[in-house]
């Protein structure tokens, strides 16, 4: 990262996530020049989350929004094959389908467990119910479930190296990354289109693009702020006593009432995620927060109990009024996209809005995909 930012640039990415990483790719690869500005605030989403790209799995009936998460999904697969192709091997950890478990651990949980069984299926001819014996052989450390549902082609993606991944293949492309915080936004002012940083630095640009997850909605852009609060989020980090039981091929565990596990190779456990809406940007994690999440984890795959924390991560949800991302132009800031608001799913769906929005930018017409997501529709 730089720290002096150029006096000018066609456009300027606010926030170096995994969302303003993907923005700030993009438009280079579109052959914008790109100033990408990232605060390195303690609490960003993209280094805490989970990591589940699961879109089979997901909870909600709304098929438009399962049709967006699977594009995304697709979207995910695709780029860390292009950006292998840009020079940059993100590790094969970066993003794997290791599938996911859905399960019922008691009998009294069939009615969310049978709806879950009901879309996934409908969803991906994959998805299969299995027996609890063979949920077990494929997450040894796990309980006897009542019921068990396996999505083959779920995945998880790891927010940290991807992102990394994506800055550097953005600094190829000749993108600039400044570590600075940006503290106005001017659309519209009498010098025309800029933004200026807390250390003084002004850059005159065509475009900005606000991308700074749960802080999107505290920046100062004129008198139309972005509805973005944080939720925050904790998660603990485990390490199996045998660092060579194979935790790269096991699945994902989402029980369909309680915590989940998403395990990585090398040992380790991810156990997440605690939901706190009312925390604001204390980025803390509690003894409340851990405390149940190690309860909870460990009744649901007891063969944890010995392993080792290792690691606890807190992140911000950038999260919505009406839990969807808003994606687009800002109609009361000209000039000004936004790329923000995905909530629980921003790992999953970040780089292919992202991709959207660029290309929105770049052929100065939104893509058909984002009109469900205008910022406008919460004015
Ligand atoms: C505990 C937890 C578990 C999660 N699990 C999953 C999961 O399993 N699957 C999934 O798909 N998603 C998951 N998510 C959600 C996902 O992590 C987020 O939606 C996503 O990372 C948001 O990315 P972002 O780039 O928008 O925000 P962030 O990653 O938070 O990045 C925002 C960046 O903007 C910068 N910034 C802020 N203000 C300014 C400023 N004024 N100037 C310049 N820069 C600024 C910050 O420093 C930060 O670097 C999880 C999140 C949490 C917290």
């Not at 020049?33 to 280094?47: F, H, K, Y």
């Not at 049709?67 to 590790?91: K, P, Q, T, W």
């Not at 025309?192 to 100062?220: E, K, M, Q």
């Not at 009406?322 to 790992?347: N, S």
Request: aromatic share 6%; net charge negative; proline share 9%.
């Amino acid at each position: 990262m730089s720290d002096v930012p150029p006096p000018s640039a066609d456009a300027v990415v606010v926030g170096g996530g995994l969302v303003g990483a993907s923005v700030a790719y993009e438009l280079a690869l579109g052959g914008l020049e790109v100033v990408l500005v990232d605060a390195g605030t303690p609490g960003r989403a993209s280094d805490a989350g989970a990591g589940i790209a699961s879109p089979q799995t997901f909870h909600e009936p709304d098929e438009g929004w399962y049709r967006f998460g699977a594009a995304a999904a697709s979207h995910l697969r695709r780029l860390v094959a292009r950006l292998a192709e840009d020079g940059v091997a993100v590790e094969a950890r970066a993003f794997a389908e290791c599938g996911a478990l859905v399960l019922a651990l008691a009998e009294h949980e069939d009615p969310w467990f049978e709806e879950q069984r009901r879309l996934a299926v409908g969803r991906d001819p994959e998805v299969t119910e299995i027996t609890p014996e063979e949920a077990r052989a494929m997450f040894p450390p796990l309980r006897r479930p009542w019921r068990a549902l396996h999505s083959p082609r779920s995945a998880r993606v790891d927010g940290r190296l991807l992102t990394a991944g994506l800055r550097d293949a953005a600094a190829r492309r000749g993108a600039r990354l400044v570590a600075d915080a940006v503290s106005a936004i001017d659309a519209a002012g009498p010098g025309g289109r800029a933004v200026t940083t807390v250390t003084g630095a002004r850059v005159a640009c065509d475009t900005v693009v606000l991308a700074a997850g749960a802080w999107s909605g505290a920046l100062p852009a004129g008198r139309a702020p972005l509805p973005v609060a944080p939720t925050k989020g904790e998660i603990v980090h485990l390490a199996v006593a045998d660092p060579a039981a194979g935790t790269g091929s096991w699945p994902i565990v989402q029980p369909v009432l309680n915590f989940y596990l998403v395990p990585w190779p090398g040992g380790r456990v991810a156990c997440g995620g605690t939901f706190h809406p009312d925390a604001g940007f204390d980025v803390r994690p509690t003894a409340g927060g851990i405390r149940d999440l190690l309860r909870e984890c460990t009744a649901i795959a007891p063969g944890l109990a010995e392993a080792a924390v290792v690691e606890t991560r807190v992140g911000l949800r950038p999260t919505s009024p009406d839990g969807r991302p808003l994606l687009g132009a800002v109609t009361e800031l000209p000039g000004v996209h936004a790329c923000t608001g995905h909530g629980a799913d921003g790992l999953l769906l970040g780089p292919y809005s992202a991709a959207l929005v660029a290309a929105g930018i770049l052929g100065g017409e939104a893509p058909p995909e984002l009109a469900p997501f205008s910022p406008s529709r919460l004015r």
